[in-house]
């Protein structure tokens, strides 16, 4: 990879770590460590999308602390308390923590990609390595139960 490839990576990896972490000390290190992972799986075999290894690889690292943390989901909390009019409270947390338990991190993570990072359903298919109908029927589970969970 050329140099200048290579910051152009680095810098779509950490601006990654900073959405999802909130926390640039943490983006810096996340940031790391999924460099890390990427030179010695390269060494391995040869990566054909390097920015796409490295937008999935980054995703689930920094999911991965915030579960180390127990901080599992701020951007689904943050993306449901703005639709709530601000009023986030104790039982709306307990809701949305009763929605990852049932539908699970892997689901949460589509519903994150589709309206935090609004990426179309062909994006996040390729992402996950799910077909893009495979999408739309877990999204449209989990948003109608959201729209349950918190009417307008």
């Known amino acids: 990879m050329e140099r200048d490839e290579l910051k152009r990576h680095m ?3 950490y601006n990654r770590c900073c959405a999802i ?3 640039p000390d943490q983006a ?3 940031l790391q460590d999924v460099f890390e992972s990427f030179y010695e799986a390269s060494k391995k075999r040869e990566i054909r999308q390097p920015l796409f290894y490295l937008y999935r690889s980054s995703t689930n690292h ?3 602390m915030l579960r180390r943390q127990k901080k599992l989901l701020p951007l689904l909390t943050e993306h449901l308390e703005g639709d709530l009019g601000g009023h986030h409270t104790a039982e709306n947390r307990l809701m949305i923590d009763a929605l990852v338990q049932q539908f699970g991190e892997d689901t ?3 519903f994150i990609y589709r309206h935090v990072d ?3 359903y062909d994006e996040i298919a390729d992402l996950v390595g799910l077909s893009d109908r495979g999408v ?3 999204l449209a589970r989990l948003e109608e ?3 349950q969970q918190f009417p307008t």
Request: proline share 0%; net charge positive.
């Open 11 to 13: 810098e779509v990896v």
């Open 21 to 23: 972490l909130k926390d």
């Open 28 to 30: 810096w290190d996340a």
């Open 62 to 64: 920094c999911f991965n």
């Open 108 to 110: 949460i993570q589509l």
């Open 118 to 120: 609004q990426m179309t």
């Open 136 to 138: 739309k029927k877990k």
């Open 145 to 147: 139960k959201i729209r």
